[in-house]
C-alpha cells in the first residue's frame, strides 16, 4: 500500500509543470497600456508641454480615466477571461472634515528614488502621518479608497488594500473624486498593469497622471 501511495505522488510531481513556461502574456508580442482622462466627462481636458493635466471643474465631483490595454495570448486568457489587473492610486487624501493634503503614495522616507519627482517607490507602508490621522477621521483617497484605524500596515497582505482595482477587462477606467474645493491643488495618479496576474511570465507597466485642478 504504501509503494502504491508513493508511486502515485511520484507520478504527480512529474506531472506538474509551470503554466505557459516561455510564453509572453500579449498576443502581438509587444504589452502596451494607454490611459486618458475621459473628454466627456471632463470637455477642455488636455496636457500641457510639461506633461501635467488640466482638468476643470464642470459641477460633476469627479472626472474619470479611461485605459485601453493590449490582447493577451489565449494561454492567458480563462474561458474568455483575461488575465488582466489594474490599480488606480493617487498621492491625493482628504478627510470626512474638509481637510485636504498630499503625500507621495510611492514612499516612506525618501519619497522618490531621485531629485527628478519622475520614479516613485514601489508601494510600502504608508507613512505615520497617515496612520495616527486614520484613528480619528478615516482619510479618503480621491481614486476611492479609506485607510481605517484597523487597518494592518505590516501584514503580508497589506498592499493588496491599497489602491482601487479593475480587473479581467481590457478597457479599465476609474472614477477620481473632485470637488470643487480642490480647485487650485494638484495631484498624481499613479496607474500599475499587469498582464497575466496569474502564476507564469508577466508584464508590469506603470503609469502616472499628474493632475493640474482648475
Not at 509543470?17 to 502596451?32: Q, S
Not at 489594474?86 to 522618490?112: A, E, K, M
Not at 480642490?182 to 496569474?198: C, H, P, Q, R, V
Request: contains cysteine; negative net charge; proline residues 7%.
Amino acid at each position: 500500500m504504501r509503494l502504491f501511495y508513493l508511486l502515485c505522488l511520484l507520478v504527480l510531481i512529474f506531472s506538474c509543470k509551470e503554466d505557459n513556461p516561455g510564453i509572453y502574456p500579449c498576443l502581438d508580442g509587444d504589452c502596451n497600456a494607454n490611459f486618458i482622462i475621459d473628454p466627456l466627462v471632463s470637455p477642455g481636458v488636455y496636457q500641457d508641454e510639461n506633461g501635467y493635466w488640466h482638468v476643470k471643474h464642470y459641477g460633476l465631483n469627479y472626472f474619470t480615466i479611461k485605459g485601453e490595454l493590449d490582447e493577451l495570448h489565449p494561454g492567458y486568457v480563462i474561458n474568455g477571461v483575461p488575465l488582466v489587473e489594474t490599480v488606480f492610486d493617487s498621492n491625493y487624501w482628504v478627510w470626512i472634515d474638509g481637510l485636504t493634503f498630499t503625500v507621495p503614495l510611492y514612499s516612506v522616507l525618501s519619497f522618490f528614488t531621485n531629485g527628478d519627482y519622475k520614479n516613485p517607490i514601489p508601494v510600502g507602508n504608508l507613512t505615520y502621518t497617515i496612520e495616527d490621522m486614520a484613528k480619528n477621521h478615516p482619510p479618503l483617497n480621491i481614486v476611492g479608497y479609506q485607510i481605517n484605524k484597523h487597518q494592518c500596515f505590516d501584514c503580508p497582505y497589506s498592499p493588496t488594500l491599497i489602491g482601487t482595482y479593475s480587473k479581467y477587462t481590457y478597457e479599465p477606467q476609474q472614477q477620481i473624486l473632485f470637488d470643487s474645493q480642490m480647485i487650485g491643488d494638484t495631484a498624481t495618479i499613479f496607474i500599475e498593469t499587469k498582464f497575466n496576474s496569474d502564476i507564469g511570465e508577466r508584464v508590469t507597466i506603470e503609469n502616472e497622471f499628474n493632475v493640474i485642478f482648475h
